[in-house]
């Protein structure tokens, strides 16, 4: 089979991309849990309009009023 520096190419970049996406896990588990919290509030909030187009929200969907 022939080398093809494409394919290099592409299989650099796909490592650099798995050991980047692999060091921000890392990051992202040594947070502290007040800001883990935190941040699934945040991301709660914005998925909320976009439900709250397509149909009613069920009891459950809503965020918790709360600020950690």
Do not use: G
Not at 19 to 24: H, R, V, Y
Not at 29 to 41: C, G, M, N, S
């Amino acid at each position: 089979m022939a080398h093809d520096p494409d394919n290099s190419v592409q299989n650099a970049v796909a490592q650099r991309l798995f050991a980047a996406k692999a060091e921000w896990h890392l990051a992202q588990a040594r947070l502290p849990i007040k800001e883990k919290v935190r941040i699934l509030l945040e991301l709660q909030q914005q998925d909320l309009p976009l439900i709250a187009r397509q149909r009613p929200l069920r009891s459950w969907e809503r965020p918790w009023p709360i600020t950690p």
